[in-house]
């Protein structure tokens, strides 16, 4: 069929009674001989293709079967059927290619996401997974809209690394060497000399130190790329492959980093619910349907787009870490021993139980924690006048915990060399990090929020592996 395609989402929106169109998609179902249900990619929705199936050689219609790929031309006129307000009725219609019905792994019916994680190359076709990706495109193009917009530049920084940046160490390893035949230095270690950098090297686990660099001379950056951490948590909100945005911005202290975090996470959510109706509105009854199986206490008390209207028209609680370990130790849970990580004393680092305990339960809304303990927080966290806490953030939300990790940052030379060195990081080979605090150093600040848990927040998801198409997590690589 050489004539180009329609869009569905085009014709639903502006209803062409009486034109003559080409559509071209897969089929959803096929009833009758007749009723043909197409989705091609373009909306959540589907446009029944009315099949004349008198006149259509019966070799063909045995061809159209669900997850065929098909095109059909003809004209758009008022639907009879109940469910939508026009079809297409076909004149013509071709089969690209043929999904044979006895292997054709998906099926018109619910199918559960552990089984669609195993089928990840098919699970696009799902009704579920489709309405996540076009929510994920939104996010990600008004992420760059909101940015742009506010005169930030778009840094792409390094995949392959030498530095960790974090300093958690938990990295994943870039390397030509042989494996099973490692070259050796005369002390018996490996000579990574003759490695294909001449050095070890790593992927990394955020462009944060490259974008301060740019930060310093272009004033305002942002990245949005994808990061590795190679930490071994089983969990339903970690990724080993996960993407990160990070803006830096010269002279912003901690107090202009929450205010540009909080704008951006209302814009970008608001920006799906305008443009993502359909697939949100279709997210929200799938997640009420789910919901039905929880006991009554563990269900939410918002549905999926009153969550996200809630979170645009409500401004964040924001209190300090010392604060909020007051309100955790103080909390029924912690007096009646029910967390798994009692909260005994300040310096406890957050589990992601406290973090959802003041989020959903104390503060009712997304939280900013600031002012950590430096102990339990990255070397480049500003440190404060009582020499204990760092100008941290995190950012809580609600079904997600931590969403959003950043910092005011240490633009004082010989502070951030003495914390360096308390925590092992080695200063002369950062010489290229610790050149912006010798040369015009300034103020400045800037965060990192994890896009799938955004995406996550966002639809609904309750594992993170539902959000990302070929997610990598221990023991899994597939596709
Ligand atoms: O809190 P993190 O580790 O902060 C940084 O990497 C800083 N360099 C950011 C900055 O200040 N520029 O990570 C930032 C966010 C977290 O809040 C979380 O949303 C997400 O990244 N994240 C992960 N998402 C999925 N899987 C993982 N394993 C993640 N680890 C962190
Ligand atoms: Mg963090």
Redesign the pocket.
């Given at each position: 069929m050489k004539d180009k395609a329609t869009p569905i989402s085009e014709i639903v929106a502006k209803l062409p009674i009486g034109q003559s169109v080409v559509v071209k998609g897969w089929v959803r179902t096929f009833r009758n001989n007749q009723f043909i249900a197409l989705t091609d990619g373009s909306t959540i929705r589907t446009l029944q293709v009315v099949v004349d199936f008198e006149n259509t050689p019966m070799e063909l219609l045995k061809k159209i079967t669900t997850g065929a790929a098909i095109g059909a031309k003809g004209k758009i006129v008022e639907s009879q059927g109940r469910g939508q307000d026009v079809e297409l009725k076909a004149e013509e219609v071709v089969v690209y290619g043929e999904a044979d019905p006895e292997k054709y792994p998906l099926q018109p019916k619910r199918h559960s996401l552990e089984f669609l994680r195993e089928i990840a190359h098919l699970r696009f076709r799902t009704n579920t997974f489709g309405a996540v990706f076009r929510v994920r495109h939104q996010l990600s193009f008004a992420i760059h809209r909101f940015f742009h917009e506010r005169g930030f530049y778009y840094l792409h920084t390094p995949i392959i690394t030498s530095s960790d940046?974090?300093g958690a160490g938990e990295m994943f390893r870039v390397t030509t060497l042989d494996l099973k035949d490692l070259p050796k230095n005369e002390d018996g270690n490996i000579d990574f000399k003759q490695d294909f950098f001449e050095r070890e090297t790593n992927l990394t686990?955020?462009g944060?130190l490259e974008a301060e660099l740019a930060a310093l001379a272009l004033g305002k950056v942002y990245t949005f790329g994808p990061t590795f951490?190679a930490?071994n948590?089983n969990t339903s909100?970690?990724?080993a492959e996960?993407w990160?945005i990070?803006p830096?911005v010269a002279f912003n202290d901690l107090d202009d980093n929450m205010d540009l975090a909080e704008a951006m996470l209302q814009y970008v959510i608001k920006d799906a619910l305008e443009h993502c109706a359909d697939d949100l509105a279709f997210l929200s009854d799938r997640l009420l349907e789910e919901e039905k199986n929880k006991p009554q206490d563990q269900r939410s008390e918002m549905s999926l787009i009153e969550r996200l209207q809630f979170v645009v028209n409500n401004t964040f609680e924001r209190l300090t870490y010392t604060e909020a370990i007051d309100v955790l130790m103080n909390s029924k849970p912690n007096k009646k021993k029910k967390f798994s990580y009692l909260i005994e004393k300040w310096g406890a680092d957050l589990q992601s139980e406290h973090e959802r305990y003041l989020v959903e339960k104390h503060f009712k809304k997304p939280v900013i924690l600031t002012d950590y303990p430096k102990e339990i927080k990255a070397f480049y966290m500003r440190v404060n006048d009582d020499d204990k806490t760092v100008r941290a953030m995190?950012i809580l939300f609600p079904g997600i915990g931590?969403?959003?990790?950043?910092?005011q940052r240490e633009e004082r030379l010989e502070i951030l060399e003495k914390r360096m060195q308390e925590m092992d990081i080695p200063t002369e080979e950062m010489y290229w990090f610790l050149d912006t605090r010798r040369f015009g150093s300034c103020p400045h600040a800037?965060?990192?929020?994890?896009f799938?848990?955004l995406v996550q927040f966002v639809t609904g998801m309750g594992n993170?592996r539902d959000v990302i198409a070929f997610p990598r997590f221990p023991g899994s690589a597939n596709f």
């Open positions: 940046a974090e686990v955020s944060q951490r930490e948590s909100r970690h990724l996960f990160m990070e830096e995190d931590e969403i959003v990790g950043g910092s800037g965060y990192g929020l994890g799938e848990r993170i």
